[in-house]
């Protein structure tokens, strides 16, 4: 099985703060994923990334970064975060295997972050 | 700009019912669409997915496509409470790699 794991699942910061979540994948999957999940905005797409030291911007990539150094680890940075960044956020991975299967995205348990 | 459209809900069925999600989406080019569930405070897990129009089946499970209509639908047979949660619809964007574009989810309740 798929295993997506995400270094927090609640995390507390201050505004202003520098603010480093972290995903790691054991699947050997080509492509991660990071989202945010807003009550009645759905999952919007922050940033993804085909490789690693490649990524694309998503979405809504303001006030984000991300870096992926392994394979296996994508990293999403707020710079300095600010209470409208308070959110679920989501990581994802799938691979880059044969046709349409290389779509299927997996999920970690996400980590729910509040700026205060 | 591509979309996915869902209606919101709640969708309320009585237990043994049938659900009926359904999802539209904008861009013609894509090829791969799926189905996710997401329970309250957990992530969304990976349900079903389909590529050819027509039906696939999986259990008490039925994903339908229609590339002409843009149209796709999650059919539940013999819903459960326990399947109470939201569905997510996905779509490929075909100028876009592999990422995937959401739809806002359908809330589904089955009261017992």
């Known amino acids: 099985d798929v295993k997506v794991t995400q270094s927090s699942r609640y995390l507390v910061k201050r505004t202003g703060e520098k603010v480093f979540l972290e995903c790691v994948q054991d699947?050997?999957?080509?492509?991660m994923f990071w989202y945010r999940q807003d009550p009645g905005l759905g999952l919007r797409l922050i940033y993804f990334s085909y490789d690693v030291k490649m990524k694309e911007k998503g979405d809504i990539p303001e006030g984000y970064s991300v870096s992926r150094e392994k394979k296996e680890r994508f990293s999403l940075i707020l710079e300095s975060a600010s209470t409208n960044q308070t959110s679920m956020y989501l990581c994802?991975?799938?691979?880059?295997?044969?046709?349409?299967?290389?779509?299927?995205?997996?999920f970690g348990p996400g980590t729910r972050l509040t700026v205060t | 700009q591509k979309e996915v459209e869902q209606n919101s809900g709640p969708l309320s069925v009585p237990e043994g019912a049938i659900a009926s999600l359904n999802c539209t989406y904008s861009d013609r080019g894509s090829q791969s669409f799926f189905w996710y569930r997401q329970y309250s405070g957990k992530s969304p897990e990976l349900i079903m997915f389909i590529y050819s129009n027509g039906d696939k089946e999986d259990g008490r499970f039925t994903a339908q496509l229609n590339k002409a209509s843009q149209y796709v639908s999650l059919l539940i047979r013999d819903s459960q409470p326990s399947d109470s949660a939201t569905y997510l619809c996905a779509v490929n964007l075909s100028q876009a790699g592999t990422a995937l574009i959401f739809g806002k989810g359908t809330t589904l309740s089955v009261s017992s």
């Open positions: 994802a991975s799938s691979s880059t295997g044969t046709g349409l299967k290389s779509y299927e995205q997996y």
């Open positions: 699947m050997d999957h080509e492509n």
